[in-house]
């Protein structure tokens, strides 16, 4: 059974900094791209980052020079940086592996 697990989301105020992690399990993880996506309220589901099983990444121009991914294929973890944090970026945050997808965190950013 294929579970991914995020972690690392909470509340910060403006220009703040989180880190979220996904953990998977029972999936080898590194013959897929891994990727965080975001859901605000009224909202679709859009991407934030991706980055593939090359190495490559790929961000929405929203968060670029702000957020950085990253995977550890041995850890089956992808993590997300978030630095400079807006109000914007509030949105609960989605970690997808192939067809997979987590239960979400909630990052909120207020003051």
């Known amino acids: 059974q294929v579970q991914l697990v995020e972690s690392g989301g909470g509340s910060v105020e403006p220009g703040g900094s989180l880190r979220l992690s996904c953990k998977a399990s029972?999936?080898?993880?590194?013959?897929?791209?891994m990727g965080w996506y975001r859901q605000a309220p009224g909202n679709q589901r859009e991407l934030v980052a991706k980055?593939?099983?090359?190495?490559?990444?790929n961000y929405a121009d929203s968060v670029k020079g702000r957020f950085t991914i990253s995977r550890d294929n041995a850890k089956k973890t992808a993590d997300l940086q978030m630095n400079n944090l807006k109000a914007e970026d509030t949105a609960v945050y989605y970690c997808?592996?192939?067809?997979?997808w987590g239960q979400g965190t909630q990052v909120t950013v207020s003051s």
């Open positions: 980055i593939t099983i090359g190495g490559s990444t």
């Open positions: 997808n592996v192939g067809y997979n």
């Open positions: 029972g999936i080898l993880v590194s013959i897929y791209d």
